[in-house]
C-alpha cells in the first residue's frame, strides 16, 4: 500500500515537473518572438531617421515627409517602450516558470530518494 502511495505521489510530481517545463519554454519562447519584435521596431525607427534626414536635402524641406517621418517615429518609440514593458514582464514570468521548475525538481528528487529507502 506505501509504495502505491510513493507511486502516486512520484506521478503526480512527475506531471507537474513535466508542466514546469512545458511553462518554461512556451515562455521562452514569447520572449524570443518579443525580442524579434523589438529588434525589427528598433531598426524601423532607424530607417525613419534616415528618410528622415533625406527628407532635409540641401536647399529643400520636404514639409510632408518630415511630418509623415516625425509620426511614425513617434508611433515606433511607443511601440518600443510598450515592447520593453513587454519583455520585463516577460523576464518576471521567465524567473518565475525557472523558479517553479527548480522546485518541481527537488520534488521529484525528494520523492525519488524516499522511494529508494522505503525500497531497501
Excluded: W, Y
Excluded at 518572438?33 to 528598433?42: G, I, K, R
Excluded at 509620426?71 to 516558470?97: F, G, H, I, K, Y
Amino acid at each position: 500500500m506505501r509504495q502505491s502511495r510513493f507511486d502516486l505521489l512520484h506521478g503526480l510530481r512527475r506531471r507537474r515537473l513535466d508542466a514546469c517545463r512545458t511553462q518554461l519554454a512556451a515562455v521562452r519562447r514569447f520572449g524570443d518572438d518579443l525580442e524579434n519584435q523589438l529588434s525589427e521596431t528598433v531598426r524601423a525607427a532607424g530607417s525613419v531617421v534616415v528618410e528622415q534626414r533625406l527628407a532635409i536635402g540641401p536647399g529643400e524641406l520636404v514639409i510632408e515627409r518630415m511630418s509623415d517621418c516625425r509620426r511614425r517615429r513617434a508611433e515606433l518609440q511607443q511601440a518600443e517602450r510598450m515592447l520593453s514593458r513587454r519583455r520585463d514582464l516577460v523576464d518576471e514570468v521567465t524567473d518565475l516558470a525557472r523558479s517553479n521548475l527548480e522546485d518541481a525538481v527537488r520534488q521529484v528528487e525528494v520523492i525519488e530518494r524516499l522511494v529508494e529507502k522505503v525500497s531497501e
